[in-house]
C-alpha cells in the first residue's frame, strides 16, 4: 500500500504514518522508488499490534527494513508458515522465539 492510499484507510495526515514507520509500528520499502507498506501489516484501519516487538526484534538482530519485510512475508521452516500469518493469527511468542534465533 502507498502512503496516499494508508493515510486514507488510517485516517491520519502523511507525516503521522511516517512517524509510525519511523517509531516501528510499520514498515515500508520502496518499490520502483514508492514508499510501500505490506497490506497484511493492517488490520482494519490500524497497524498489527503485534508488528512493532517484531519489527524491534529484527531490527536488533540487524535487519535492514527491506531484509525485516522480507523475513516477515516469506516462508519460514520453523514456524511452519510466514511470520506475518503467525502474528495475524495471534502467535507473536512463537515469532519472537524465531527471531531470537536470527540473532546468533
Known amino acids: 500500500m502507498t502512503v496516499p492510499e494508508l493515510v486514507e484507510i488510517l485516517q491520519i495526515t502523511p507525516s ?10 510499520l514498515a515500508a520499502v520502496r ?27 529484527l531490527a536488533d538482530a540487524g535487519f535492514s ?13 520453523e514456524l511452519d508458515e510466514r511470520p506475518i500469518e503467525a502474528l495475524r493469527a495471534g502467535r507473536k511468542s512463537a515469532v519472537r ?4 534465533a536470527l540473532a546468533f
Open 31 to 57: 518499490i520502483d522508488g514508492v514508499l510501500r507498506v505490506p497490506a497484511e501489516f493492517i488490520v482494519g484501519n490500524e497497524p498489527l499490534n503485534s508488528l512493532r516487538g517484531t519489527l524491534l526484534a
Open 16 to 25: 503521522k504514518l511516517h512517524r509510525l514507520i519511523e517509531d516501528r509500528q
Open 65 to 77: 527494513d527491506e531484509e525485516a519485510v522480507a523475513w516477515l512475508l516469506g516462508p519460514n521452516d
Open 97 to 100: 522465539r524465531a527471531t531470537q
